[in-house]
């Protein structure tokens, strides 16, 4: 009798689960989506190696010369070292050859190649890349290939299935799968991006690849995990589709991304702060600090002020507001509500334009044959070297290292004329013909000119 009925429990239990939900068939979507997506390979040029005039050796690889008591072996006589190869993911987004990837799986690269699926394959123009947002839009020479279905990230719920493809180190389109594990993630150095994590085994070689709901739909772009190993270790973090879309589309129309600016440095609403300044609950962003001349304090916003609104919507977390403010026009007029001391007001602020960040682009959406990623100089970094124009390098690869220019040179003018952007300086570089062009260059106290040879 005991046996029966401790079957009878084991049958019902079963059934539960059976009734309850069972395991997602994933075959399908990957059947229908693994075409859209593909590998990206990049080679970037030698380097002048340590001692090389203009160069060093990656501090990293000094110090293992240095722990291990070992020369540099590697180097020819030219000062150059071996080229250097890496490798990410990739999908496309529209069928004429606009691809996304991550900005880290591109950034210094000299030559960009892209494999698809069915074994095609293809030179890669970088048309832009956005350091800020890790996203990065490439474009190859194809018509009538698959193309990825973008979905809505504010509609995932945490604890749904979703599934990535890549290529985690080399293993070409590899499907991994789990859920999600938490919306909205701050991580250092991505203020503007409310990521996505997922308990999705990704590595090494998945970066830049699509995230998939069981829709099929692209909800999110794989960008970094956690770990102490260096590869899976349960958390995965992804882009949401709609940022890196914004980006892409920034990119494609204008050469660069353009965000809003506060100048304010916030924090976290805790129960205890709440507390302290006669806050119902924890919401909203506390302002810790206000910049000199900053929108914000043109607008009246002061130290202790708690965000509580936004153009008309909410602010509940610290990391809503950075999007939310990143996301509008510059010199916009917006609403805030803001509660200082205990109670609400509005204050209406015109929003400034954020640092656009290293961003290398060109205009005909050629990749930059000076090798320059630069960005444009504020009113007061001008004012403190005493310039009129300018862009600082914040990196310097290909021809623009073999020149001798590094990162942290001010490049002032380019052939004689002022450059302030990434595009100005790529229109005067870009010139049919041109084999070399003079940079009029801010090294330290001193000025000086650096031929840059173009062929």
């Keep these: 009798m005991k046996k029966c009925i401790a079957w009878i429990i084991l049958a019902f239990g079963v059934a539960g689960v059976a009734q309850a939900g069972t395991l997602p068939d994933f075959t399908d979507l990957v059947e229908k989506q693994s075409p859209s997506v593909v590998n990206i390979t990049t080679t970037q040029d030698a380097k002048p190696a340590a001692g090389a005039r203009g160069n060093r050796m990656p501090d990293e690889m000094a110090e293992l010369f240095k722990r291990f008591g070992m ?10 070292g071996r080229p250097r190869h890496g490798q990410g993911s990739g999908f496309i987004v529209s069928s004429d050859g606009y691809i996304l990837t991550n900005t880290h799986v591109v950034d210094g690269a000299d030559e960009v190649t892209v494999k698809l699926p069915d074994r095609r394959e293809f030179r890669a123009k970088v048309i832009g890349s956005d350091e800020k947002s890790d996203v990065a839009l490439l474009k190859i020479k194809a018509d009538h290939l698959p193309k990825v279905a973008i979905g809505d990230p504010d509609k995932l719920k945490v604890g749904e299935w979703v599934l990535a493809i890549g290529a985690p180190f080399g293993f070409e389109n590899s499907v991994t799968a789990g859920i999600v594990s938490a919306k909205g993630r701050a991580l250092p150095h991505g203020s503007y991006t409310p990521f996505i994590q997922t308990d999705v085994a990704v590595n090494p070689g998945n970066s830049g690849g699509p995230l998939f709901n069981m829709r099929g739909e692209v909800v999110g772009m794989n960008s970094q995990i956690i770990s102490r190993s260096g590869g899976y270790m349960g958390l995965s973090f992804a882009i949401p589709i709609d940022v890196a879309m914004e980006v892409a589309e920034q990119i494609k129309a204008g050469g660069k991304v353009s965000r809003g600016r506060l100048g304010v440095m916030i924090q976290e609403v805790t129960a205890d702060l709440a507390d302290s300044f006669g806050l119902g609950k924890p919401r909203g962003a506390l302002v810790s600090e206000v910049e000199a001349d900053s929108p914000a304090e043109k607008a009246g916003i002061k130290p202790s002020d708690i965000i509580l609104g936004y153009d008309g919507k909410p602010v509940d977390n610290s990391i809503d507001l950075p999007r939310m403010v990143a996301a509008t026009k510059p010199g916009s007029q917006v609403v805030m509500s803001v509660w200082r001391k205990g109670a609400t007001r509005d204050v209406t602020v015109k929003v400034g334009e954020a640092d656009a960040g290293a961003v290398a682009v060109s205009e005909d959406g050629k990749p ?21 124009s300018g862009v600082l390098v914040e990196e310097s690869v290909g021809a623009a290292a073999r020149a001798g220019i590094r990162p942290g040179d001010v490049i002032v003018a380019a052939g004689n004329q002022p450059v302030n952007s990434a595009a100005e300086l790529s229109r005067a570089v870009n010139v049919k013909g041109r084999k070399s062009i003079a940079l009029l260059i801010k090294r330290g106290d001193g000025s000086l000119y650096i031929p840059l040879r173009l062929d």
């Design 71 to 80: 020369p540099d072996m590697g180097a020819p006589e030219n000062g150059f």
């Design 368 to 388: 930059d044959p000076a090798g320059l990623a630069v960005s444009s100089l504020r009113p007061e970094q001008k004012t403190q070297l005493n310039v009129d």
